[in-house]
């Protein structure tokens, strides 16, 4: 298989701490079992909250739903309360964790946290969705600055040989959640994938492009906007919030991504 044939798009759910039931976070992933083993195209993650993660039954995740988490602590050590450690993400089979969402930062994350949380879970082979993203756009493009700037504080002490390991989700907050106005288009997303790339590459003197995968995050709800965004914006995959919560939101998105893929109308960087 060539190398475009093999690609596919990740679809990473954050579940963030809407499902105030147990139950429902499992019957969400039993629901996308019965379906989703036919869309082989697309890596689909769940991100549920840690008081769920144990509630799925050994071997639920395996091929192409995968487990994930919405955090974990900066470091290992077994005297922290109320923190949770990469160790114990790797003992429930986690594959994948969000760090330095933006619903973090607000509350006081740092760029140096996150660069310490990355490495903890570097060392445990869990792969880390970086979260980036402005707050708002000015004309003077300042924001393109802030944004290189957090990508390169995020990623201070991680290694060249791991830096590609690491997914990176652009998030605009302008984009996020009930009250956004819209999602990014395309071309918008795809302008901050060619920045993320360019950064990493100036930062580690790569002489090829990168290859960290790209998601976007922010009000992804409906096949068509999905569409313009990975044609257009040529990324990896989607970090997907409210549509995320429910298989009757979430898998036709899960379906389109396999049906684009499979179609191959465009190339992914
Ligand atoms: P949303 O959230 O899809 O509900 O806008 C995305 C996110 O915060 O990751």
Redesign the pocket.
């Known amino acids: 298989m060539t190398e475009q044939e093999n690609k596919k798009l990740y679809m990473v759910g ?1 579940l ?1 701490m809407a499902l105030g039931r147990g139950e429902d976070a499992v019957s969400l992933v039993s629901d996308l079992k019965k379906s989703i083993l036919k869309y082989k195209k697309v890596e689909t993650v769940v991100c549920p909250s840690f008081v769920h993660i144990g509630m799925y039954k050994k071997n639920t995740f395996k091929n192409n739903l995968q487990l994930g988490a919405q955090n974990v602590s900066w470091n290992e050590k077994d005297s922290l309360t109320g923190e949770v450690s990469a160790a114990q993400l790797q003992d429930f089979d986690v594959k994948y964790c969000i760090v330095g ?3 973090r930062r607000k509350y006081g994350e740092t760029d140096f946290v996150i660069s310490q949380k990355i490495q903890t879970l570097l060392k445990r082979n869990i792969t880390p969705i970086l ?1 980036v993203g402005e707050e708002t756009r000015d004309e003077k493009g300042m924001y393109l600055k802030n944004l290189e700037g957090q990508i390169k504080n995020s990623l201070q002490g991680i290694l060249k040989k791991n830096v590609q390991n690491i997914m990176v989700a652009y ?1 605009p907050l302008w ?4 009250d ?1 106005k819209r999602s990014a288009n395309g071309k918008e997303i795809e302008e901050i994938a060619i920045l993320i790339k360019r950064t990493i590459s100036d930062m580690y003197g790569f002489t090829k492009i990168p290859e960290n995968k790209i998601l976007y ?5 409906n096949k068509k906007d999905l569409q313009e965004m990975v044609v257009d914006g040529k990324i990896d995959g989607f ?5 995320s919560l429910f298989s009757k939101t979430f898998l036709p998105l899960i379906e389109e991504a396999n049906r684009l893929m499979t179609e191959k109308k465009y190339e992914i960087n």
């Open positions: 954050n963030k969402h933006s619903e979260c998030e984009a996020i959640g009930k956004a995050g922010g009000s992804v709800s970090l997907i919030g409210r549509a």
